[in-house]
């Protein structure tokens, strides 16, 4: 194994500087609390976001940084006060780990808006004056109202990417009502989080079409995702055939792109939804207008969507399609991610990796 810098109790990979490379580190987080739960993580699923901050694109990560997200693994304490928790459930933690509480935002369990900033699961400015650091680790020591409950049976690795590329399509999705049977949706790129808007547009008996620019990923989305259809995006023809067919557009393309020829594809009345972070929108007016259509933007979702989201996942059998890897390949993970050639989620395997 690398060296390993840095002392403490908890076991780590993390970046030291912008070239994002990933190497052991040991640090100590805090004694568990009255409302704490301690989590001994299994896995962890690899999001663009840590890709972001590794390599501090948004210029303002505190290295060294230790990312991840998308965190599951099995209760070995719990502070106090804490009720919903015991000594081996199984357990998540999301994108966010503390927020005011207070605001009208938290008081509706919306903790992702909250109104002084939710703080981030890594990287975050916690409230004892510390910075967040995430799920590449060993354990983690998260407030109980910020950690989620695994359904009994559900698979560990699989519940990973649940906690961010599923509960930020699931949250505008079910916002925009989408889940009535035999209406029809459009999933704009097919990635970590378009592949799990196709698996919950399928759960929730609608009619789903995947756009795409890339005709390779035509055999998967309609055998393994089970989508109705395909369209590549570039395909005039194509696209004019679906004009005014869709109810529901779900936009998980960062790429830049066109807004205008997805537009004219929604019936009237219909909503896109924007989930991923192109450098601009821009749309003629007449494409909102003349079909009283509408765009929407949405992040991630609070903690009761979060809790219900796994709940369905687990009655419904929604299961994200992963890549399981140890976490000394994470620097080979993270340049694959950048390149899309990933299926659909790298799940680090915490548990039998990281020594």
């Given at each position: 194994?690398?060296?390993?810098?840095?002392s403490?109790?908890?076991?780590?990979?993390?970046?030291?500087?912008?070239?994002?490379?990933?190497?052991?580190?040991?640090?100590?987080?805090?004694?568990?609390?009255?409302?704490?739960?301690?989590?001994?993580?299994?896995?962890?699923?690899?999001?663009y976001?840590?890709?972001?901050?590794?390599?501090?694109?948004?210029?303002?990560?505190?290295?060294?940084?230790?990312?991840?997200?998308?965190?599951?693994?099995?209760?070995?304490?719990?502070?106090?006060?804490?009720?919903?928790?015991?000594?081996?459930?199984?357990?998540?933690?999301?994108?966010?780990?503390?927020?005011?509480?207070?605001?009208?935002?938290?008081?509706?369990?919306?903790?992702?808006?909250?109104?002084?900033?939710?703080?981030?699961?890594?990287?975050?400015?916690?409230?004892?004056?510390?910075?967040?650091?995430?799920?590449?680790?060993?354990?983690?020591?998260?407030?109980?109202?910020?950690?989620?409950?695994?359904?009994?049976?559900?698979?560990?690795?699989?519940?990973?990417?649940?906690?961010?590329?599923?509960?930020?399509?699931?949250?505008?999705?079910m916002?925009?009502?989408?889940?009535?049977?035999?209406?029809?949706?459009?999933?704009?790129?097919?990635?970590?989080?378009?592949?799990?808007?196709?698996?919950?547009?399928?759960?929730?008996?609608?009619?789903?079409?995947?756009?795409?620019?890339?005709?390779?990923?035509?055999?998967?989305?309609?055998?393994?995702?089970?989508?109705?259809?395909?369209v590549?995006?570039?395909?005039?023809?194509?696209?004019?055939?679906?004009?005014?067919?869709?109810?529901?557009?779900?936009?998980?393309?960062?790429?830049?792109?066109?807004?205008?020829?997805?537009?004219?594809?929604?019936?009237?009345?219909?909503v896109?939804?924007?989930?991923?972070?192109?450098?601009?929108?821009?749309?003629?007016?007449?494409?909102?207008?003349?079909?009283?259509?509408?765009?929407?933007?949405?992040?991630?979702g609070?903690?009761?969507?979060?809790?219900?989201?796994?709940?369905?996942?687990a009655?419904?059998?929604?299961?994200?399609?992963?890549e399981?890897?140890?976490?000394?390949?994470?620097?080979?993970?993270?340049e694959r991610?950048?390149?899309?050639?990933?299926?659909?989620?790298?799940?680090?395997?915490?548990?039998?990796?990281?020594?």
């Amino acid at each position: 194994m690398d060296t390993e810098i840095g002392s403490g109790d908890c076991l780590a990979w993390a970046a030291r500087d912008a070239s994002g490379i990933l190497s052991p580190y040991r640090f100590n987080r805090r004694v568990v609390r009255s409302n704490d739960v301690r989590i001994e993580i299994t896995h962890c699923g690899v999001c663009y976001a840590d890709v972001h901050m590794t390599r501090n694109l948004h210029g303002d990560t505190k290295y060294p940084l230790v990312p991840g997200h998308e965190i599951v693994g099995v209760v070995t304490e719990v502070g106090s006060n804490v009720k919903g928790f015991k000594v081996g459930d199984h357990a998540g933690v999301g994108t966010y780990v503390n927020s005011c509480g207070e605001c009208e935002y938290c008081n509706d369990f919306l903790e992702v808006h909250c109104s002084k900033g939710s703080i981030f699961t890594f990287n975050g400015l916690d409230s004892d004056g510390t910075i967040t650091k995430g799920g590449y680790s060993s354990y983690i020591i998260v407030k109980e109202r910020y950690c989620y409950m695994i359904p009994d049976g559900y698979p560990l690795a699989m519940a990973a990417p649940l906690l961010c590329a599923g509960i930020t399509v699931y949250t505008p999705m079910m916002r925009h009502k989408m889940n009535q049977p035999g209406k029809s949706l459009g999933v704009i790129g097919l990635g970590g989080l378009g592949h799990m808007a196709v698996k919950f547009g399928k759960a929730f008996g609608l009619k789903v079409t995947v756009f795409s620019t890339s005709k390779s990923k035509k055999e998967e989305a309609l055998k393994l995702l089970g989508a109705d259809k395909f369209v590549i995006s570039s395909d005039q023809q194509q696209m004019e055939s679906m004009t005014k067919s869709l109810d529901f557009i779900v936009d998980t393309a960062s790429g830049d792109h066109p807004f205008d020829p997805y537009m004219s594809l929604l019936k009237i009345g219909g909503v896109l939804v924007l989930v991923g972070f192109p450098s601009e929108v821009r749309l003629n007016p007449g494409s909102l207008n003349l079909g009283s259509r509408s765009i929407s933007g949405s992040l991630t979702g609070g903690t009761k969507e979060t809790q219900r989201m796994l709940e369905f996942c687990a009655a419904n059998k929604v299961y994200p399609e992963i890549e399981l890897i140890n976490i000394q390949y994470i620097n080979e993970a993270i340049e694959r991610l950048i390149n899309r050639d990933v299926k659909y989620r790298f799940v680090i395997d915490i548990k039998n990796s990281l020594k």
